[in-house]
């Protein structure tokens, strides 16, 4: 992981994410991958969505999501101007998505691609050189 924050337009809002820590990455990893497990086969991503969130514990989501977008800001429209708003506290996360909740998957998606893309990329690569070999 290279640390840079990278940015992409999610719902029409510019959205910015700087990697977690590579320590912090590892440490969230067993929880994420245990809440992803039960949406594994799924049809359609609301399929996927719902077997995740219904495998959660109570509260679970709302303590996960504040460390997945630790990192992330999002730039909304305050009095006329654009300002970058970070994710780091419900206030801030209902302001942010508060009439916009179609942004909300886009935006913790791109924020996991961007602390978790580079290792699963690793591990991809990992499994391909153990493929070749093996006889």
């Known amino acids: 992981m290279d640390g840079k924050a990278k940015s992409r337009v999610v719902e029409g809002l510019p959205v910015t994410s700087t990697p977690l820590t590579p320590w912090r990455t590892l440490d969230l990893l067993p929880e994420l991958s ?3 497990e039960p949406g594994a086969g799924a049809d359609s991503d609301l399929e996927m ?3 995740v969130v219904s495998g959660m514990g109570k509260g679970k989501l709302r303590e996960l999501l504040p460390q997945i977008l630790a990192g992330t800001k999002v730039t909304v429209e305050e009095s006329g101007k654009p300002t970058p708003v970070p994710l780091n506290s ?14 909300l998957p886009g935006v913790v998606a791109f924020a996991l691609e961007v602390s978790f ?5 690793g591990l991809a690569r990992l499994a391909e050189a153990r493929k070749k070999s093996s006889p």
């Open 90 to 103: 419900v206030e801030m996360f209902d302001l942010v998505f508060d009439g916009r909740m179609e942004a």
């Open 117 to 121: 893309g580079g290792f699963l990329a």
């Open 34 to 36: 245990g809440l992803m």
């Open 49 to 51: 969505f719902a077997k």
